[in-house]
């Protein structure tokens, strides 16, 4: 059995632990009595549980690895699995059945609302770049369906204005460093912005019209302008 706990505080900032167990009520008191301990530092709200009844452990410990690195690739959550086994060796074919039965379990942690382990789609060479480069900034993205994908490498200001300290920019930056997507004011994986201005003002530290003013391509086109040409 796997089991998700996942927690939010009151500034938005996510985390989630993801581990497997043979013992989900037996688990689930060890983890009550590590924060009443103080061994944990959240007090984890929600609950999944997923069960499969025809894995072996060898099957487990695979799912409970690749769960955790894509949880961790998404930074949508700040994943605080410490060990996982990232050498267990299944057959090709049974890595496929494997990565199917993780994929219907993103599809139901989706449904319920919860992004962990939602990861930003790749750019294609057909999709067009821009570039976001003020206030000392140098960033690379490019549009989605659901926003814009700020790539990895991308570099983001290193000073912020005090207008841009009082909007919700703000905090969407701060849980971006928690949860380890920034680093040292870098990106440190592609990660989707639901608006550019969003994208714009995280990585200008100022409040930014993404649409028709930071963002540009390399023939100076804003982002408004390419959407009303297509």
């Known amino acids: ?11 938005g900032n996510k985390s989630v632990y993801i581990g497997e167990s043979d013992n989900v009520s037996k688990r689930l008191k060890q983890h009550l009595n590590s924060y009443a301990s103080g061994k944990e ?10 069960i499969g009844d025809q894995l072996n452990k060898a099957y ?3 799912i409970e ?11 949508n959550y700040k994943c605080l699995t410490q ?56 960033a690379k993205a ?7 994908v700020v790539q990895k490498g991308s570099i983001i200001s290193d000073h912020e204005t005090p207008s ?4 919700s920019n703000k905090k969407l930056k701060e849980k971006l460093i928690n949860s380890g997507v920034i680093i040292n004011n870098k990106f440190m994986k592609d990660y989707e912005f639901k ?26 086109k804003t982002i408004g302008e390419t959407m009303k040409n297509n």
């Open 1 to 11: 059995m796997f089991i998700f706990l996942l927690h939010e505080d009151d500034e």
């Open 164 to 167: 841009f300290v009082k909007t």
């Open 60 to 62: 487990v410990r695979y």
């Open 83 to 138: 060990a996982t086994s990232p050498n267990v060796k299944i057959s090709n074919a049974d890595s496929d059945v494997m990565e199917e039965f993780i994929e219907n379990m993103h599809i139901i942690v989706s449904t319920l609302g919860y992004d962990a382990l939602d990861i930003a789609e790749a750019a294609d060479k057909n999709d067009t770049i821009f570039y976001c480069k003020r206030n000392n900034s140098n």
């Open 142 to 148: 490019f549009l989605t369906n659901g926003g814009v």
């Open 65 to 75: 690895h690749r769960l955790v690195e894509i949880a961790s690739m998404s930074g």
């Open 195 to 220: 608006s550019p201005s969003a994208a714009a003002s995280v990585i200008c530290g100022s409040p930014a019209n993404g649409k028709n003013m930071e963002w540009r391509d390399s023939f100076n």
């Open 41 to 50: 530092v959240f007090y984890w709200n929600t609950v999944l549980i997923f």
